[in-house]
Nanobody, 120 residues
Framework: VQLQASGGGQVQPGGSLRLSCAAS????????MAWYRQAPGKERELVAT???????NYKSSVRGRFTISRDNAKNTMYLQMDSLKPEDTAVYYC???????????????WGKGTLVTVSS
């Protein structure tokens, strides 16, 4: 299984970006999904999570500006980022907990990351 994140880029403050994370390979069931980010010189932090039923949670600093969603039929997760701020600049990583076959334990998978730069 591989996770491919895309959609990063450079945007001015106040702008928007939409990140996508697509899982490929043998996938039996998708559980929790999340977006993390790591800014230069800082530790990786959790940005948003979405459970299999669709319940979402957000880091307080992005709540109201970011929206996480998922399309289980496409094995894909999204992060709509609006009203971006310079402090949102980071490499964004996607995470999925999934099982590759019936009867197998679910495992954690990570994408390689996509860079988001918010600057004027």
């Amino acid at each position: 299984v591989q996770l491919q994140a895309s959609g990063g880029g450079q945007v001015q403050p106040g702008g928007s970006l939409r990140l996508s994370c697509a899982a490929s390979g043998s996938i039996f069931s998708l559980n929790a999904m999340a977006w993390y980010r790591q800014a230069p010189g800082k530790e990786r932090e959790l940005v948003a999570t979405v459970r299999s039923a669709g319940t979402a949670n957000y880091k307080s600093s992005v709540r109201g500006r970011f929206t996480i969603s998922r399309d289980n039929a496409k094995n894909t997760m999204y992060l709509q980022m609006d009203s971006l701020k310079p402090e949102d600049t980071a490499v964004y990583y996607c995470y999925m907990n999934l099982a590759t076959a019936a009867g197998r334990n679910a495992m954690d998978y990570w994408g390689k990351g996509t860079l988001v730069t918010v600057s004027s």
